[in-house]
């Protein structure tokens, strides 16, 4: 086996970049982002583009595209109440996470279409999945125009989080047992990585 020439990124179409990108950078963790926009309609919408960037301060970022109309509802939500909640998916939460994305045009409430109910973070100014066993509460830390293609890339101050009192920790600490989270993960096209065998390997010591 060997590895093939690289192919320049300039020579490859915004879908063929898109296609390598999702399908070589995997599993993403899903930013199931749930906002309230000006009117009061609660929003909720998942994106893959969505990491962890600091944890002192506690920052999360996720990019956001935009239509070919302008600013997708998230965007124009945060940037109107300068805040989000992201609802961590769970295997029990997968098809109601996916029936969120459709694309709908503003003041479509995809909590309704998904069967969820909406509740009230008491920490900032945006909703939350009802029964979501994990949830971080964020306001807007800065936003920052990432390319020509109309992409935003929000970064969130983590003010708070929410975790759910059946979810297994480890002992001494705030970890959460991914075994009893179970989390899902982002692939490519409409395909998800799901809980698995879980692997521990210590960190090598200088004198190992």
């Known amino acids: 086996m060997a590895l093939g020439n690289p192919v320049r990124s300039e020579g490859l179409s915004a879908r ?10 995997v599993p993403r963790p899903i930013g199931w982002l749930s906002t309230r926009g000006p009117d009061g309609v ?8 969505f990491a962890a ?12 595209g935009h239509r070919s109309t302008g600013p997708k509802d998230s965007l124009v939500n945060i940037r ?5 909640c992201v609802n ?7 098809e109601a996470m996916n029936a969120s994305s459709i694309d709908s045009g503003p003041g479509h409430d995809e909590f309704l279409h998904a069967g969820l109910k909406a509740v009230d973070s008491p920490l ?3 909703p939350y999945v009802s029964g979501i066993r994990a949830v971080l509460h964020c306001r807007l830390h800065r ?3 990432i390319g020509a293609e109309a992409n935003t890339l929000v970064v ?5 989080t929410s975790v759910d009192d059946s979810l297994l920790r480890v002992e001494g600490t705030r970890y959460v047992r991914t075994e009893s989270l179970r989390p899902v993960g982002r692939l490519w096209g409409p395909t998800y990585s799901l809980p698995g065998e879980i692997r521990a390997l210590p960190r090598p010591r200088p004198s190992d």
């Open 16 to 25: 063929e970049r898109y296609e390598l990108l999702t399908s070589l950078v």
């Open 42 to 49: 609660a929003n909720l919408a998942p994106y893959s583009y």
């Open 53 to 64: 960037l600091s944890a002192s301060p506690m920052l999360v970022g996720v990019s956001i």
């Open 80 to 84: 109107a109440q300068g805040a989000f």
């Open 88 to 94: 961590v998916v769970d295997v029990d939460h997968l």
């Open 124 to 126: 900032v100014d945006a």
């Open 143 to 145: 936003e920052l125009d």
């Open 156 to 160: 969130g101050l983590v003010v708070g």
